[in-house]
């Protein structure tokens, strides 16, 4: 059975994205800790980051490097965070969150944002992607 990440990006459920190329996909995260926060999955499933194949791996992370900088330039923050979590969806998954101290990558501190600002900064990081690729 499809996880949800991989359903997302089949396009069954409906996600605001920001990047994809034929291996990985990027999305607006539904509960960020901060507004901009991006998820950067292989396309291929693997529950567990580190069981990836070596290329798709270095693949993985020049993705999210992109996508990093594209969010940076979308969204006001001194650096992006980057965590590694994976235990709520058995698809192994980058977050990508604009930060402006430390206390911003707080993954208890989730919160939601009206659809109009979701798709606003998806756009935004969209447009900033698509000038490096």
């Known amino acids: 059975m499809a996880t949800l990440f991989s359903r997302i990006a089949a396009g069954e459920i409906p996600s605001y994205k920001v990047a994809e190329t034929d291996r990985y996909f990027a ?6 800790v901060q507004p901009g926060h991006v998820l950067v999955i292989p396309k291929k499933e693997t529950d567990y980051i580190f069981d990836i194949e070596d290329d798709e791996y270095a693949g993985l992370q020049l ?3 992109k996508v990093a900088k594209a969010l940076r330039a979308a969204v006001p923050c001194r650096k992006v965070g980057v965590a590694v979590i ?6 192994a998954h ?3 969150v604009p930060m402006s101290k430390e206390g911003d ?3 208890t501190k989730k919160s939601t944002l009206p659809d109009t600002e979701m798709k606003a900064i998806a756009d935004a990081i969209a447009a900033e992607y698509a000038k490096e690729a």
């Open 27 to 32: 999305f607006l995260d539904i509960n960020p």
């Open 94 to 96: 980058i977050h990508l």
């Open 63 to 65: 993705f999210a490097k």
């Open 86 to 91: 994976g235990l709520e969806v058995p698809h």
């Open 105 to 107: 990558l707080d993954f």
